[in-house]
């Protein structure tokens, strides 16, 4: 029961109740007065529900919020005996079958033995029928083929056996003795090595030499037909390639990018090291594009105009320095990382090495690969040979502790020198290329004469480290050997002696084989170290001139432009 009570004020000022306005809206005081309640006639009661009494929208059902207390709608008798519309709720009756007993249908508990069950199973899937184990009246006694069933006489696999007659058939049958007075051909004596019957070889040879030559020419192109199954990797021997970058291979001269670019950075014409260089101090050029990590970088002799890198995604890129900066060309020749690249000297041809065991002579313009070497081992560092008549010639430092020299022409190694007690790491020529200097992780220097492979000076100090970075001095007095023990030592090209004076520390490689670099004129030594700087040192004194925020982790390789101060 609700009460429903309005106020309204008459000329008098005295309250009148009204029943018709439900929310008292019209009894709202203009002014402030006091409420004063009438006591002499008391507010109406309706014991009537509280119901909108008009139907605006003409309700027809009963729409209702969880959160409604009161219904404003009289629903009619007729609508609230109306009957369950809609599709009938499927999991509401209890049973939808006839002999449901369960949720999902009709269960019957049943005990039988393994035994017994394995039987029936494999009777079912190998013959195709099995007993029926219900207990119900109505049900099959067998499921599966009947026809089956009642050719086999309703047994089960284990008492269904063969009748002799057929498995004479079946076993198999040995090929007669034969004669012992024949010793060969048709009929003759095989005795209990009689083979059996339906397993002759499908050719038979009168002698065995013939058919094993048969066979092995049989086999041969089994294989070729595996190979072409699989999908040859990208950069696998024999399937080297070259990606060029650039919109045309040739300018409008008709000159490739192998061209010195003089009219933009026209120092290149100077000799290398004529000018004074400075430390450098900001960032001006970054190349990316290599996925992983670069282990190597080399730059075009004399002009240095280009800029080879070699890294751990396989790939070897070639980029330009002075005019664009952009990447010209990528080489896909090996399988795994790659660890060594070298330039012949006019830059036409390089050699790359990489794990995958493989060294590979590419032409620098085309992208061809030329040639491919290997020896079954990995090659950890290639050198062309130095003078313009040798440039046939190329050592390679391996890790089965020999350093090889092959000859690029004939393809075949002409030279070993087996002498380190640990993988090969650097070859460095001396001495007007008489001579070379190797480092290994032996912890030893050796020195050899070319083409001699006998060691003609040997360095090992019992406080040595191993020296996995080796550079030449532009004067070619002095070589640089970045050893392990956080410090860079000096030899001198004629006598091996280490330049005492001369040591250089201050920087942590953390085991890494960071390059040694010197600025063109000789005056700045650099390294690169674990933390991503670059260390500079004097040459002459020794002391630390600047470090150079350069990568955020390992600064493995840095190269100084020949030309630029």
Not at 57 to 86: A, F, K
Not at 494 to 508: I, L, P, T
Request: hydrophobic share 30%.
């Amino acid at each position: 029961m609700s009460l429903i009570v309005g106020y309204s004020s008459d000329e008098d000022g005295e309250p009148v109740i009204s029943t018709n306005d439900a929310f008292g809206l019209s009894g709202l005081p203009v002014a402030k007065k006091p409420r004063v309640e009438d006591p002499v006639s008391p507010p109406t009661l309706e014991a009537a529900p509280d119901v909108l009494a008009e139907d605006p929208l003409h309700h027809t059902s009963l729409v209702t919020r969880p959160t409604d207390t009161q219904m404003n709608v009289n629903i009619p008798y007729s609508d609230m005996t109306l009957p369950l519309q809609g599709p009938e709720n499927p999991f509401g009756d209890r049973n939808r079958f006839l002999n449901q007993n369960a949720l999902a249908g009709h269960v019957e508990e049943q005990a039988m033995t393994e035994h017994a069950f394995r039987q029936q199973h494999l009777t079912h899937s190998i013959l195709g029928y099995s007993a029926n184990p219900s207990v119900d009246s109505n049900a099959p006694a067998i499921l599966g083929s009947l026809e089956k069933a009642q050719a086999n006489g309703f047994g089960t696999i284990d008492t269904i056996k063969a009748p002799k007659s057929t498995k004479k058939d079946l076993k198999r049958k040995r090929k007669p003795k034969g004669d012992v007075e024949i010793v060969d051909g048709e009929g003759s004596y095989e005795g209990p090595w009689a083979s059996w019957k339906g397993e002759e070889p499908q050719g038979a040879f009168p002698e065995g030499v013939e058919a094993e030559e048969e066979e092995e020419e049989e086999e041969e192109p089994e294989e070729q037909v595996q190979t072409r199954k699989a999908k040859p990797k990208r950069g696998a021997p024999g399937l080297e390639s070259s990606v060029f970058h650039g919109k045309s291979l040739v300018d409008y001269q008709g000159r490739t990018y192998m061209y010195p670019p003089y009219s933009e950075a026209p120092q290149l014409q100077h000799e290398p090291g004529s000018q004074e260089t400075f430390i450098p101090k900001r960032c001006i050029h970054t190349w990316t594009g290599h996925t992983q990590g670069v282990s190597v970088i080399r730059l075009f002799p004399n002009t240095g105009h280009l800029l080879l890198s070699g890294s751990m995604d396989t790939k070897i890129k070639l980029w330009d320095v002075y005019t664009h900066g952009n990447c010209l060309r990528t080489f896909h020749g090996h399988m795994k990382h790659v660890k060594d690249l070298t330039f012949s000297n006019d830059g036409r041809r390089f050699l790359s090495c990489g794990y995958d065991r493989q060294i590979k002579l590419w032409d620098t313009e085309t992208g061809q690969c030329i040639k491919r070497f290997s020896n079954g081992k990995i090659p950890y560092v290639v050198k062309f040979h130095p003078d313009e008549d040798k440039q046939h010639i190329f050592l390679a430092g391996m890790s089965d502790k020999k350093i090889i020299q092959y000859d690029i022409n004939s393809g075949e190694i002409t030279q070993e020198y087996d002498q380190h007690l640990g993988p090969v790491n650097t070859i460095t020529f001396v001495d007007e290329n008489r001579r070379f200097v190797t480092t290994s992780d032996d912890k030893t220097i050796r020195a050899w004469d070319f083409d001699i492979p006998v060691v003609i000076k040997y360095i090992a100090e019992p406080h040595m480290h191993s020296m996995p970075a080796v550079t030449l001095h532009p004067s070619k007095k002095y070589f640089a050997a970045q050893s392990l023990d956080n410090q860079i030592l000096v030899y001198s090209t004629d006598n091996f002696r280490q330049a005492r004076n001369k040591r250089f520390a201050g920087h942590s490689v953390a085991g890494y084989a960071c390059q040694v670099g010197f600025s063109p004129d000789g005056k700045w030594i650099s390294s690169g170290d674990g933390e991503g700087n670059v260390v500079f040192w004097e040459w002459k004194t020794g002391r630390i001139k600047s470090r150079l925020k350069a990568h955020s982790k390992v600064v493995i390789a840095h190269e100084w432009l020949p030309h630029d101060t």
